[in-house]
C-alpha cells in the first residue's frame, strides 16, 4: 500500500431559478478547500458548462463523461450544493458515470442575515432531495457531519480527512488479493474463513504451501544478493544481539522468499502458519518477517488469520499507519474497562517503545528454544487505538464484524511477548458482544481514531453488517 494524493471528482449542483451567483462562487470555493486539504479536483470548467455545475440532463452527461475519462484518477466523487441543487441531474450524472468510489454530499449553509432573493440558498432543503434521489438511483453515499457545512470552513477540513479515509478502505479492500501462507494450525478452528464470501467481494485468495516456501529457500545460498539485502535490512530494523547468526540466516531466506512471491502474484497482504511446522522443520520463527511486513504497510497476520490481516489492512488503509494482529488475552487487575492485549510477538515495530528479537518462549519448551527465535518484543507504547475484527459468518452467507476506539495505555505489567494494556468505555459490553456473537479472539489494533472511517466504508460501500462499540453504548 502505498500513499498517494487524493483525487475527488465533483458536482456543482444549480437549479436555475436559484441565484446563479452561488454556484459559480460555491464552484470555486469547493476547490479551494479541496487544495488546503492537499487533494486535486475533476471539475466541469464554465465552458463545459453554466458556472461548471450540473443543472441540465446534457451536463450531467458531459460531467459523466468526463469523470469516465478520468476513472482511473478518481477515488471519490463529492455532490457540492451552494444553493438547491438540482436533484436528477446529480443523481444521472452517478448512474451515467458508472463510478464505483464513494460520494459525499456537502451543501452550504444560508446566512440568516442573507435571505433575500439574491442570497438565498436552500441547499438545507435541496439536499434532501438529493439523497432522496440517490436513494432511488441504488447509489450509496455518505454525509458531512453537520446537515450544512461552508466549504472553507474547519468543520469541512475534518469531514474531508475523514472521507478520504471512507475512499482509501472502501476502494483499497476491492480488488484486493490476499496471500494465505501455509495450512490453517489445526488447534485453531476459531481462523476458519470462507474464500468464497470474500470473493464475493473483491477479496481473492493466493495460496502457498510451506513445502513450497521451503523448497525455494533450498535454493538459495547465504552469500545470495537477496538473501544478504534482506539480513541487512532485519539488522537494521531490531536489535539482533543475542540472536545466533545461522537463525538470522534463516529468517532472511524466509523473508526474502515471502516477498518474491509476494510481488510475483500481486499479493498486498499475508497471513502465514506461523506454529509449530515452521520452528519443527525449519528451525525459525516467522515473526520479524512478518512484522517487518506489517511496519511498511503490507499487514501480516499469525496462524493462518486471513480474515485478521484484512481487518488489519482496513485500518492501516484508514490511517495509514501500521496495524498489528492482537489477542484479547487477559483481564487487567479488577478494571472492567481495560484488558491486556499480547502476541509472542509480530507486532510492527511503530507499535512499541524499545523493541528487540528474541526467542518465542510459549513454544520453545516443546520445540527447542533454538528453533524459536525471531519474535519481536516489547512493551506497547501508549497512546490512541483504534480496533476491528472482521469475519466471514458462512451460515448467515455475508463478511460481519466490530470497530470501535480506546486507547493504550503506560500501565505496568512485568511479562513476555508483546503486550500493552487497552482502556476501552464499556469494554464488558463489548466482550459480551464478541463472545454472544461467536468472533475470533483476534483483534486488529492501530494507532488512530479511525473507527468511523472503516465502519462507513464496511457498512456503506461493502454491504458488511457491523457493530460500531461507541462509549455511549
Avoid at 456537502?106 to 439536499?127: E, N, V, W, Y
Avoid at 434532501?128 to 472553507?152: D, E, F, K
Avoid at 472492567?336 to 528479537?357: D, G, I, T, W, Y
Wanted: aromatic letters at 8%.
Amino acid at each position: 500500500m502505498s500513499s498517494k494524493k487524493m483525487t475527488m471528482g465533483v458536482i456543482i449542483g444549480n437549479r436555475g431559478f436559484f441565484p446563479d451567483q452561488l454556484a459559480k462562487s460555491g464552484r470555486e470555493e469547493m476547490i479551494q478547500a479541496l487544495a488546503k486539504a492537499g487533494m486535486d479536483c475533476i471539475v466541469l470548467g464554465p465552458s463545459e458548462s453554466k458556472h461548471g455545475a450540473v443543472e441540465t440532463h446534457e451536463e450531467a452527461k458531459r460531467c459523466a463523461a468526463l469523470f469516465h475519462k478520468n476513472e482511473d484518477k478518481i477515488d471519490g466523487i463529492i455532490v457540492s450544493l451552494p444553493n438547491f441543487g438540482d436533484e436528477r441531474a446529480i443523481a444521472d450524472t452517478m448512474r451515467l458515470c458508472r463510478l464505483n468510489v464513494p460520494v459525499l454530499i456537502q451543501a452550504t449553509p444560508d446566512d440568516a442575515s442573507k435571505m433575500t432573493i439574491l442570497h438565498r440558498r436552500d441547499s438545507f432543503c435541496g439536499k434532501m432531495s438529493a439523497c432522496n434521489n440517490l436513494r432511488q438511483y441504488g447509489i450509496p453515499y455518505s454525509l458531512t457531519r453537520l446537515h450544512t457545512v461552508a466549504p472553507g470552513s474547519d468543520d469541512f477540513q475534518k469531514d474531508l480527512e475523514w472521507f478520504a479515509a471512507v475512499c482509501r478502505v472502501a476502494n483499497g479492500m476491492r480488488n484486493l488479493r490476499v496471500g494465505s501462507i501455509g495450512a490453517r494450525p489445526t488447534a485453531f478452528n476459531t481462523v476458519r474463513y470462507s474464500e468464497k464470501l470474500l470473493e464475493a467481494s473483491g477479496i481473492s485468495t493466493e495460496t502457498l504451501d510451506l513445502s513450497e516456501v521451503f523448497g525455494r529457500i533450498n535454493r538459495l545460498n547465504d552469500d545470495d544478493s537477496g538473501v544478504q539485502g534482506k539480513l541487512a535490512d532485519i539488522r537494521k530494523y531490531v536489535t539482533t544481539d543475542k540472536v545466533p547468526d545461522a537463525a538470522l540466516i534463516k529468517m532472511s531466506k524466509l523473508g526474502y522468499v515471502i516477498d518474491q512471491w509476494m510481488k510475483q502474484t500481486d499479493v498486498q497482504v499475508s497471513a502465514v502458519q506461523c506454529w509449530t511446522s515452521m520452528e519443527e522443520y525449519f528451525g525459525v520463527v516467522p515473526c520479524t518477517v512478518m512484522s517487518m511486513m506489517s511496519n511498511n504497510l503490507f499487514p501480516a497476520a499469525c496462524e493462518v488469520d486471513v480474515c485478521g490481516t484484512l481487518s488489519m489492512y482496513a485500518l492501516a488503509l484508514a490511517s495509514e499507519t501500521p496495524s498489528a494482529l492482537l489477542d484479547w488475552n487477559n483481564n487487567y487487575g479488577d478494571d472492567p474497562n481495560k484488558a491486556v492485549c499480547f502476541h509472542c510477538s509480530n507486532l510492527p515495530k511503530h507499535f512499541f517503545q524499545e523493541v528487540r528479537m528474541d526467542f518465542q518462549e510459549i513454544i520453545a519448551g516443546t520445540v527447542g528454544k533454538e528453533n524459536t527465535y525471531g519474535t519481536v518484543v516489547g512493551r506497547v507504547k501508549p497512546g490512541a487505538m483504534s480496533f476491528a475484527r472482521f469475519s466471514t459468518d458462512d451460515t448467515g452467507g455475508t463478511i460481519r464484524g466490530y470497530v470501535g476506539e480506546g486507547q493504550f495505555t503506560s500501565d505496568s505489567l512485568n511479562t513476555f511477548g508483546g503486550v500493552g494494556v487497552v482502556q476501552i468505555p464499556q469494554l464488558q459490553k463489548l466482550l459480551r458482544y464478541i463472545c454472544e456473537n461467536g468472533f475470533e479472539h483476534h483483534v486488529a489494533a492501530n494507532f488512530s481514531t479511525t473507527a468511523a472511517a472503516v465502519h462507513e466504508a464496511t457498512v456503506r460501500y461493502l454491504n458488511w453488517p457491523m457493530h460500531w462499540h461507541e462509549s455511549t453504548n
